[in-house]
């Protein structure tokens, strides 16, 4: 039989301390995940890692089916706080001193929301600027508007 008062002490008992029915444990490749997607899905970030971090990621993410979320991201774990480490490409015309705020706050509340963990910083390092006219040769065919330089196969 369980006294009303233990109830009480437990239900008191403050996050930091020791559960009395076990520990949980957070692996780095959580905190890793749940970081690249908040990130990810923060307007105006193209992508993240470096291309051999994104070509390996994209080969190893087709034969396993994972999603590789958090593919570029790298964290140091502790028993109360994290740290992130990313490396991002913006989209052109973004302010990345704006967008790295943003990142901050949407990695910072997704991972202290997930985890209870704090995140005690967040180091963005950007290393490139996506140009949509690069590369966007997969948006809708015929629907550019290159002006008829006529540097697209089609």
Do not use: C
């Not at 704006?98 to 967040?122: K, P, S, W, Y």
Request: glycine letters at 14%; hydrophobic letters at 35%.
């Amino acid at each position: 039989m369980v006294d009303i008062e233990d109830r009480t002490k437990a239900t008191d008992r403050k996050a930091d301390e020791p559960s009395a029915r076990g520990t949980t444990t957070i692996a780095d490749s959580v905190i890793s995940t749940i970081a690249g997607i908040a990130i990810r899905e923060t307007e105006g970030v193209h992508s993240i890692g470096r291309g051999a971090t994104k070509a390996v990621g994209a080969v190893t993410g087709r034969l396993s089916g994972s999603s590789g979320a958090g593919r570029g991201v790298k964290v140091e774990v502790g028993e109360k706080q994290t740290a992130i480490d990313v490396d991002v490409e913006v989209e052109y015309g973004i302010p990345i001193h704006e967008l790295a705020d943003q990142i901050r706050v949407h990695a910072t509340d997704a991972v202290e929301t997930m985890t209870g963990l704090e995140v005690v910083e967040i180091n963005i390092n950007v290393f490139d600027v996506h140009v949509p006219s690069d590369d966007d040769g997969d948006d809708s065919a015929g629907g550019g508007s290159d002006g008829g330089s006529g540097s697209r196969v089609q």
